[in-house]
């Protein structure tokens, strides 16, 4: 039984970890939220970055005459706005500058948040304490003031907002990072890197972290659609960079003329409604990969 159980265990130990990940990403292709979001993404990210190859001018560059509605002259297939600009290629800048803005952002509030958690929740004590009482205060106020404020206390640069909107973001990251450390931290793998004289970093590296990345990822998801509308509203308020076309920037200068020529502002607001409904997909996708228990009790 042992020289059959042998080649069995061998075969079965030694699938290598490239189909494991491949099997993985088929099985949360299969959810329907997961493939919904990403389809929609992904035609939102080639956009951005094969419109330029379709409509490659300069989105501040007039045109053609004033207000010319879509389909109405094939040299601009979107339209025009008040000032002669081509609304399609404003659209295609946009959607460069969200997605720009929403993944950087969101990955400098998932290392503050990660951090921040995983430092209080592993070490506890009165460096938890702190930790949560700094991440309390932010919480408590608005994220988007605090994001008005960060933004014009400096010049407003694609840097600018980027380091604001992560800065308002990171206190959701940091609470579950929290949560999942305190649970993992005790957990046998732990006590027994721990017997073998890891450091503190070592174990939370090496083995908290990986372990403690599923919900992380999902929470990161719907920062992103957060982080593409307050870019979005910042713009409208003309507190992003004068410099460069956004969706936010788009409505803002329609918002005149929304009754006489609604397209202007329907356009790129469609244009944001898609995405972040793309990462709140994916994100519910996620999620039920991760908690099976919470998709079937709904």
Sequence with gaps: MSTIAAPVAARSGARPRAGRVRAALVWLWRQPSVAAGGLLLAAIAAVALLGPLVFPGDPWEMVSSPLVWPCEDPATPLGTDLMGRDIA????????????????????????????????????????????????????????????????????????????????????????ARTEFLRLRNREF???????????????????????????????????????????????????????????????????QVVDAWYLCALPGAAIVLTVLGFNLLGEGLNDAFHPRLRKRR
């Design 190 to 256: 732990v006590l027994a890197a721990r017997t073998m004289g890891l450091g503190g970093g070592a174990i939370i590296w090496r083995h908290i972290l990986p372990n403690a990345l599923g919900p992380v990822l999902v929470v990161c998801t719907l920062t992103i659609a957060t982080a593409i509308q307050t870019e979005a509203a910042l713009a409208f308020l003309g507190l992003a960079d004068p410099n460069v076309m956004s969706w936010g920037a788009l409505i803002g200068a329609g918002r005149e």
């Design 89 to 176: 290629t404003g659209l295609v800048s946009g959607a460069r500058v969200s997605l720009l803005v929403g993944l950087v952002s969101t990955l400098l509030a998932a290392v503050l948040g990660v951090a921040i958690g995983a430092a209080g929740g592993y070490w506890g004590g009165w460096l938890d304490n702190l930790l949560m009482r700094v991440t309390e205060v932010f919480q408590t106020v608005p994220k988007f003031v605090l994001a008005v404020v960060l933004v014009a206390i400096f010049k407003p640069t694609i840097l600018t907002e980027v380091i604001a909107i992560g800065v308002v973001s990171w206190p959701a990251t940091a609470r579950l």
